[in-house]
């Protein structure tokens, strides 16, 4: 995925009043151990989380007596419909169907017509679609961490090749203008990772 579209959906929620608030991980011989709450503004909706045991993802929904099931179902529902999120679950319902036709459980045209279906509907808010959504925006989220601690003390950027790749470049140095203009013509940069991430 392209590394200046991996951040759209973060944007995306913002911009909405969502946010992912709790998000950790640590790896485990079995996958990442992780969890992550979505909110809406202070009100903490729903907690997806994976214990890397190499189960499933889980979720609770956290309805409270101020914040019942209907009104966090609703929010959801805006949530999950919000265009980059869209964009995020189809994605990943992709990904999903192209391991099936790498294992050969599935063939190319079974695939074919699997990804048109998905690219033709809207995906409907669901356990799936929640557990999705959130579990790839916490990896987003450790990405957009690993970016910003590497600003504290270097210019973060790409050059041309890069960002369909999902790879970036650094250069030890504060990021001035006149700093960016010298890796502007010695590195051909295309796009500096600051610019990205800002606001997030």
């Not at 979505?38 to 909706?45: E, N, P, W």
Request: charge should be negative.
């Amino acid at each position: 995925m392209s590394l200046k579209k991996k951040f759209d959906p973060l944007h995306a929620i913002k911009a909405a009043g969502f946010k992912l608030v709790n998000s950790k991980s640590i790896p485990t011989d079995d996958g990442a151990c992780w969890e992550a709450t979505l909110a809406f503004g202070t009100q903490k909706l729903v907690r997806a989380f994976d214990g890397g045991f190499g189960g499933e993802v889980e979720i609770d929904i956290l309805a409270t007596p101020k914040l019942p099931l209907d009104a966090i179902r609703s929010r959801l529902a805006t949530f999950i419909a919000l265009p980059a999120i869209q964009s995020l679950l189809k994605e990943s319902l992709i990904e999903s169907e192209g391991y099936s036709l790498e294992f050969k459980t599935i063939t190319q045209a079974q695939f074919d017509a699997n990804k048109a279906k998905i690219m033709a509907e809207d995906v409907k808010l669901d356990n799936h679609a929640i557990e999705l959504a959130i579990q790839s925006l916490a990896d987003t989220h450790e990405s957009l961490a690993a970016i910003k601690r590497k600003l504290k003390t270097c210019i973060c950027f790409t050059t041309p090749g890069d960002d369909e790749k999902g790879d970036w470049r650094w250069a030890k140095a504060p990021d001035t203008p006149a700093n960016r203009e010298f890796l502007r013509k010695r590195d051909n940069v295309d796009y500096f990772l600051a610019d990205v991430v800002a606001g997030l």
